[in-house]
């Protein structure tokens, strides 16, 4: 039997029957509900989309209440245990773990795309040094659009696993030739015969084997699967809205690039690593913390939209600290970090708020320590993310309900009035 919303309009008494498919009614449902014919009709007003799903998604589940992440029903803990980078990418933007075969296949097919065209490199060398790497990278990867004007084809099957192959290949290389433009070392060419991640810290700091440590390389394969899809977060939605006006997908990427760029979102592992420069000592943690209940200051890497509960990913994050930290010694910003969430996590503020260490409490003390500059801890994210997003615009393509992206609005300005000259207002 069919499921229904029924919902009495008391301006008018009338009664409606909205069909619940999913545990939701469709908000275009609501249209027909209307005081009188001629008008638009009701709709649902969502500042910031809290509570409105714009799809249905098979990529990524997400539990807030309970702390659960999965891609495609796997636990987050299992892939970050035992697959990596590769696989999981694949995974995601497939749906199924691949077979040996299919495997190989796929890190070969990204591996034949591992490199930019050399223009590229004339482009990262008119950066100024100094230049934020997010902003580099967002330009970088809109560019790589002007060398392959056949990915506008998106209807082609065959030209978008190609541009997915090299976005995934090419994005560590943009990534890393502009971090040594900014260093003033000569550009080091991927090599094929390493890992993803290997590949990524080699074409970074060759020549430096403190930081190519065999631990250091598996802690960031497994931070990049950590980071690999979030489900409708606001960088993922940036790429569904953007593709669904049908450009390619590296002017996508991108556009969602951008918005990772934000302190709010991808950017709050740099600015954590920031606030714990500012707080500077263990001894100044309970004046910041009562700055942060005067809400003069976030708690940076705390909180987040859809956790109610401890993100499953800082765990991960913790353990991959510590393989680090055994590698470089410990990062002194550490304990403050300790101290800060023990006292966060304490105190009615926060409990009462739910809020709980998310991903980049502890992503940027990582990356320090294995040598990674602020301004590229959100180019690791990046990295990490980018076959998320991928994931996510595959089956938007594929979605026979997706049109183009245009939410309505409720307009609250003048109605029409005349237009006054200059010298008569
Ligand atoms: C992630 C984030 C943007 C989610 O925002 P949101 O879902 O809109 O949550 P809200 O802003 O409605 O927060 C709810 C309450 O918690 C408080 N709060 C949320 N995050 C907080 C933080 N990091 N520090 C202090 N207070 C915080 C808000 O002030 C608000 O308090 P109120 O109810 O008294 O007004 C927000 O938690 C945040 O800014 N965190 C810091 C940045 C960060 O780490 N981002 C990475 C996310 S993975």
Known sequence: MSEVLTITDSRTNKEYKLDIQDGNIRAKDLRQIKVNEDEFGMMSYDPSFENTASCKSSVTYIDGDQGILRYRGYPIEQLAESSSQLEVSKLLIDGELPSNDE???WVNDIKEHNSVPNEINDIIGAFPKSAHAMGALTSLEAALSTFYPESKNITDEDENYRSI??????VPILAANFYRHTQGLPIVEPDNSMDYAENFLNMMFKGDDNKMHPDLVSAMDTLLILHADHEQNCSASVMRNVGSSEPD???????????LYGPLHGGANEAVLQMLTEIGSVKNIPNFIEQVKKKEVKLMGFGHRVYKAYDPRAKYLKEAADKVFSVTGT???LDI????????????YFKGRNLYPNVDFYSGLIYESMGIPKDMFTVLFTIGRTPGWLAQWKELLADKDQKIARPRQVYTGYDSRDYVGVNNR
């Not at 997908?249 to 918005?259: G, K, L, N, R, Y």
């Not at 970090?337 to 009615?348: F, G, M, R």
Request: overall charge negative.
């Open 331 to 333: 990062n002194p910003l």
């Open 249 to 259: 997908p590296f002017s996508a990427v991108s556009a969602a690039t951008a918005a």
């Open 165 to 170: 192959c090299r976005l995934i290949a090419q």
């Open 103 to 105: 495997l190989s296949k």
């Open 337 to 348: 970090a300790l101290e800060l969430e023990a006292i966060a996590l304490s105190e009615d």
